[in-house]
């Protein structure tokens, strides 16, 4: 199993950018499906998930801004970042808990993507 990540790029402040990700490979099932940010020199956060059940939750620095949208019959997972700031500057990674068997489920992760928001 595999998650590809793309989409990031340069853009300047109050610009957009829209991240893509693919599960690729045999599963069962795709649990939560999320995106992660780390900035240099900083943890990795949690920046929105999606919730096998339909529920999406958003850190509440993206809140407004950022949409996240899920397509279940493709397998992909997408994070529409509008009105970016230089702080959201980072490298993003999206994230899933997938079940590959009825009895067995891993969390995966995807190779980063970066975003760069100039000022």
């Known amino acids: 199993v595999q998650l590809q990540a793309s989409g990031g790029g340069l853009v300047q402040a109050g610009g957009s950018l829209r991240l893509s990700c693919v599960v690729r490979?045999?599963?069962?099932?795709?649990?939560?499906m999320a995106w992660y940010r780390q900035a240099p020199g900083k943890q990795r956060e949690l920046v929105a998930i999606?919730?096998?059940?339909?529920?999406?939750n958003y850190a509440d620095s993206v809140k407004g801004r950022f949409t996240l949208s899920r397509d279940n019959a493709k397998n992909t997972v997408s994070l529409q970042m509008d009105s970016l700031k230089p702080e959201d500057t980072a490298v993003y990674y999206c994230?899933?808990?997938?079940?590959?068997?009825?009895?067995?489920?891993?969390?995966?992760w995807g190779q980063g993507t970066e975003v760069t928001v100039s000022s």
């Open positions: 994230n899933a808990l997938i079940s590959t068997t009825a009895w067995s489920s891993s969390n995966y």
């Open positions: 490979g045999s599963i069962s099932s795709i649990n939560t």
């Open positions: 999606s919730i096998s059940g339909g529920s999406t």
